[in-house]
């Protein structure tokens, strides 16, 4: 669908300032409420931006010929479903009506709705290269049109007027240039956490072939002000790429008071002084606690070639290591013996400056050739440049006195689809970045991805936000004995998860478990071993298992849960839902054994009925073997001894008051 972007002035009311040392007052426009669009029918829209050619007298967003919207349907707050409907005249839009045999109550709409998706929570999914911009030519902004992203999420009658607001900001460059051949990207760098975390906004150039030094260049990037900030006194940094040279505007370059970018508005830098070489670093921290310590680099592979120019500096004031681009690689990429125990930060930098090409081998921290780890290892600073990496698996394991990673430290390595046992027995990791694999949506394996790290207290809830492919979570935290807690949206987006089996077994400092744990993995079969031997586990939310309606295995799923007073409804009512685990051949052996024992011998807690659904009891393919075994519940006396309990008999018994057990 076409649509046209028309600024004939946008520099004109570009009017923030960003001088040498990013002083950035307020904005003076602002987007706000948009466009009123009729929603008596689902729909979609695109837009064509116009501005005036009068400094400050605004701009506006006006629909056109095969704009599209994305019509959100909710049944209260449970989202049914969406249509994409598209612009008929003035604000009113037409299409199909959201589909599914729950009507819906109220909406939310978003633009552009031929690039937006839902997720089955209703939740927003951009595309993973949504925010990837070409600009071609200088002082053109074509570009940004497919780049404004709108939204009324409030919770709207069809029959009522839906208010979008723009919800990404543009800001504008004019940047002084350097000699650097033929131009091919500016990247945009911003200091999110002190002295750690920054975030990037990349602009792919075209048309700036013959660059003159000296010479200005206007360009446009529009981003997500969500994401892009400036910390207090934070760096901001801007790399140009060439065919030639490749520079860095980033000395003394600091926002006091930092900057929180609001949407809708629109902003303007002006980039000028001197450049140095560009570099991309990757830094670590290591402590050696004896003279004469040999420390290792290693890469994944058993040999390569180095993809370019690498240089290392070991931190402790000797000469620097230096790798030629090609250079043949063996295992052990560099090595140094320190003369002296202290801690030491180690950087390599690489002179492949654009982060979507390969710069530097795939590092690791554990030598599965010789089943040896980085012990030495205390915290990884820098992201990851991109390694080319797609297997992340062991990368980690057993660094037990590493105590810190920073928030994007994949960030750069998009491909990567195993992170299987990456972090398992770092003993000192206290706390995991909430955005850890927020750009590895390909990830499928996070199997054992931090067992044994019983540093960890909690965990961010949207750790696993991104990763929408994820398929096993099988030991994920086995044995983080210091978690005290789970999100309860944990989980909430991996719905294509198939194994639980293990995930928080052992995990003594678990009290109870949030409601909803497992609503939305609805394609789970495994739940062996899940909750094992969680002796601090007292309680569980009702309908933890409703849901999953497809799992079959629950084996050993909460023995030596002692603590626990177990509740009947986890899983459905067998009266009113007999069938409910029909048609699968079930494993509960062991599932509740000794569960509550720690109360004995007064019974406490209410076994679910398992007995009583269609398939159960003798004569099945089911296994329950030592079921409820020692299990301490005020309804033991009604479970059948083939499920562990003392009852001769399944599904006849019931107590004085006519209540089902």
Known sequence: MKFKLIIPALLALLVVGCTRNMDIPEPAEQEGEIVTIRATIPAETRVAYTDSDIPGSGGSLAWQT?????????????????????????????????????????YKVYYPGNVITLDDNGEVQLPANFWQQTQD?????????????????????????????????????????????????????????????????????????????????????????????????????????????????????????????????????????DWVDAKAKFRFTIQTAEASQLYEIWQKDASSTSPAELTISWGDGTANTTIAKNASLAKTIANHTYD?????????????????????????????????????????????????????????????ELTSIPTELFKYNTQADNFNRCFTKCSELISIPAELFRYNRQARNFMLCFADCPGLTSLPADLFRYNTQAETFSDCFFKCSGLTSIPADLFRYNTQVTNFRHCFGACGGLTSLPADLFRYNTQV?????????????????????????????????FQGCTKLQLRRDIFPDPE??????????????????????????????????????????????????????????????????????????????????????
């Open 66 to 106: 095969g704009d599209q919207l994305l019509l959100a349907g909710y049944d209260g707050t449970t989202y049914i479903g969406s249509s994409i409907l598209t612009w008929d005249s003035g604000d009113a839009f037409s299409g199909s009506a959201i589909p599914g045999s729950t009507p819906a109550t109220t």
């Open 137 to 273: 030519g200088n002082n053109t902004t074509a570009h940004l049109r497919n780049k404004l992203f709108l939204s009324d999420t409030e919770a709207n009658a069809l029959n009522q007027i839906f208010n979008l607001t723009l919800q990404s900001s543009i800001i504008r460059f004019v940047v002084t240039l350097p000699a650097t051949g033929s131009l091919k990207k500016l990247i945009w760098t911003v200091e999110t956490v002190p002295g750690e975390n920054t975030r990037s906004a990349i602009l792919d150039l075209t048309g700036f072939d013959l660059v003159i030094p000296g010479s200005e260049m206007t360009v446009y990037l529009a981003f997500d002000p969500a994401v892009m900030r400036i910390v207090e006194n934070g760096e901001v940094k801007v790399t140009l790429i060439g065919s030639q040279s490749s520079y860095e505007w980033s000395t003394n370059t600091t926002k006091v008071g930092g900057m929180t970018y609001e949407a809708g508005k629109r902003y303007h830098a002006t980039v000028n002084g």
């Open 340 to 400: 002296s125990p202290g801690t030491y930060t180690i950087t390599i930098t690489t002179d492949e400056v654009d982060p979507t090409v390969k710069q530097m081998p795939q590092l690791i921290f554990y030598n599965g050739d010789t089943q040896t780890w980085d012990h030495l290892l205390t915290s990884i600073l820098d992201p990851f440049p991109n390694m080319g990496a797609t297997d992340f698996g062991s990368c980690f394991f057993y660094c037990n």
């Open 525 to 557: 079969t495994n739940f062996g071993f899940c909750f094992t031997n969680c002796i601090g586990l007292t309680s569980l939310p009702a309908d933890l298992f409703k849901y999953n309606t497809i799992a079959t295995n629950f084996e050993v799923c």
């Open 576 to 661: 009113t839902n007999p069938g409910f685990f029909e048609g699968r051949a079930m494993d509960f052996e062991r599932c509740f054994k000794n569960v509550g024992s720690y109360y004995h011998p007064t019974p406490t807690g209410t076994a679910p009925k398992l007995w009583g659904f269609t398939g159960g009891g003798e004569g099945t393919t089911w296994t329950i073997t030592d079921c409820f075994t020692g299990a301490n519940v005020v309804n033991r006396n009604f479970i059948p001894i083939s499920w562990g309990g003392d009852a001769a008999e399944s599904g006849k018994v019931t107590d004085v008051d006519g209540e089902y057990w």
